[in-house]
């Protein structure tokens, strides 16, 4: 795991380099098809960029986007009209079961389908009217970093195609973003630490970050073992923040930019009831009291802050999982294909 | 909370009484109409209700549904293309901030807005088209109940005007199958004593069950202060499920239909974990081995579960609250109208 997180600027400047002609492609394929709907399809990690890609697509193209329920379409065989929608599949190995069935079904409803894939050989890539693929290596470990942050690249380059809010130039930077936020490498080490003990812990964030919160939360589960909630700021006061008392453990995510208003206010409400408070935040800026803070190093605008936040996410799984005595590449109970339909 | 449990057949009833002719009328303005896509919008509770929407109208009526990411809308500014749209908005109080700026947005940019509420006089019904409302009586407890079955109600009356899988003579049959399900009020007030203990636990249900996972679980978060995790039987098989170790609990919604076998393999394989389960599933089903199981009275059709299952959990959520000294009408840090923008 740890070797693939530092895999990561490579593998983002190699797709980079290998998809920006394609995207250039599909602009043209795109203005002649006139989507009207995108659909994105996937399981695990993939949901979580699914769920990225949902945000930064609806932003930044003004089509509607829909997360696809696989088992509508693999247990109840809706029969959903997608003419003019654009069905995206999005799998590490390409060989999820439901999603390759979604992925079927919905070319048989008149969709476009497009596959965003690690594995050029995998059963997705073969099937799809499209392949935009992702070159960050064959995956070793079970906990997925490179590969998550491979998909996220492609889907700013899907969205590059589609609209004209993100442009290649700025999705050329991200790899030496990665590559900055390595460097809180020793700092999360020793932080660590601290967290030893932690058994339960909630994960917030929003908009175009709110994935993020899955994404770590969901490492924090494989890798860890720790009971790890994952809400938007939002979502989090109808509800879910009747949990919090003294000492619960709440990751604030909170890059500069349109999100970060909400999440002040809400680690300002955190501090009031005695949390412990842990916000990712950026260099600069002027940050609401917290328990422990990190700062991502450089300027980042934020629609491109998610690949340079959850950099520092993974390391602290990663980091966390050691000094709980765990292995991070071999959780218990997974596998790193998981078959389900 | 409890009171308030109790008065739902009565408040499903009515909600179907008033409503059933206005359902009608709908079928023939959406026919004129041609929606080619749904969008639901809510917060907390609501927002369960709209997973469900999503499932039942996707299932039923073949038109494609997204749940709406309101920060795109509220913090983004993104302009999307909503003609052919329907846009819903679901709000027990119809005073959401954020749920009615996207309405207002939606309309703008090409949508007919629906209402579902239960506050006919609320900003929300008086910014869209039209109105649904949810006939429960007055919400005095902080935790949904009567409002989430009633906003159920109100999306399968929906369902039946843009469908033909879901009829009104067997929505009719709702209220009485609800109060069966009031019948199991003894036997969980018994159970919850086991669980006086419990911290945290997961919810798995899925497919059309899916959003009772999510609504079981925010009612143990809200009223019992538990850290309840949620997921769909295939999701959790996708990571969190290295969460599991012994005595780690599971609570398994698993009617009899299209999703039982996922959930009953994923509870033999929780049984060689040795972990936890409490199942609520149906009079006449075939279990797998389980710690405890409730069963559900009579039989009922898959599509038109997720009534009757989730009154039991509002039950045991209650009775919960109450063995472990806590007051399930005032949880802490939280109110009944949640302002979020």
């Given at each position: ?14 797709t ?7 995207a ?20 695990g ?26 088992s ?6 809706a ?26 079904s ?18 997705m890539?073969?099937?799809a ?103 938007s ?22 890059p ?16 009031e ?11 600069g ?14 300027e ?8 340079p ?31 389900t339909?």
């Open positions: 795991m740890m070797d693939e997180i530092f895999e990561q600027p490579r593998a983002l400047e190699r980079f380099r290998a998809e920006r002609e394609h250039a492609d599909f602009r043209r394929l795109s203005r002649h098809r006139n989507f009207r709907l995108i659909v994105l399809v996937a399981r990690t993939s949901d979580n960029a699914a769920t990225f890609g949902r945000y930064l697509l609806e932003i930044a193209t003004g089509i509607p986007v829909s997360l696809a329920a696989p509508v379409h693999t247990l109840y065989h029969r959903l009209d997608f003419r003019q929608a654009l069905v995206v599949g999005i799998s590490q190995s390409g060989e999820g079961t439901d999603i390759n069935m979604v992925l079927r919905a070319r048989r409803r008149g969709a476009y389908t497009l596959a965003i894939t690690n594995e050029a050989r995998s059963t890539a073969s099937l009217d499209d392949v935009f693929l992702v070159r960050a290596g064959r995956q070793r470990s079970v906990a997925a970093t490179k590969t998550y942050t491979g998909q996220l690249m492609v889907l700013y380059l899907l969205t590059a195609a589609l609209g004209s809010h993100v442009t290649l130039e700025s999705i050329s930077e991200i790899p030496g973003r990665a590559k900055q936020a390595l460097r809180l490498e020793e700092e999360l080490r020793e932080l660590v630490e601290r967290y030893r003990y932690m058994r339960v812990c909630t994960v917030v964030a929003r908009g175009i970050n709110y994935a993020n919160a899955f994404e770590l939360a969901l490492k924090l589960m494989e890798t860890c073992y720790v009971v790890a909630e994952r809400f700021s939002a979502d989090f006061r109808h509800g879910p923040i009747a949990l919090i008392e003294r000492d619960f453990p709440v990751i604030l995510l909170m500069p930019g349109r999100t970060f208003r909400a999440l002040a206010r809400l680690a300002e409400r955190l501090d009831l005695r949390a412990e408070t842990l916000v990712f935040s950026s260099e800026a002027r940050l609401p009291r917290a328990t422990r803070s990190v700062r991502v190093p450089g980042i605008p934020e629609i491109y802050s998610p690949i936040y959850i950099i520092p996410g993974q390391l602290f799984a990663a980091f966390l999982a050691e000094v709980k005595g765990l292995d991070p590449d071999k959780p218990r109970s997974l596998h790193i294909v998981t078959r339909v």
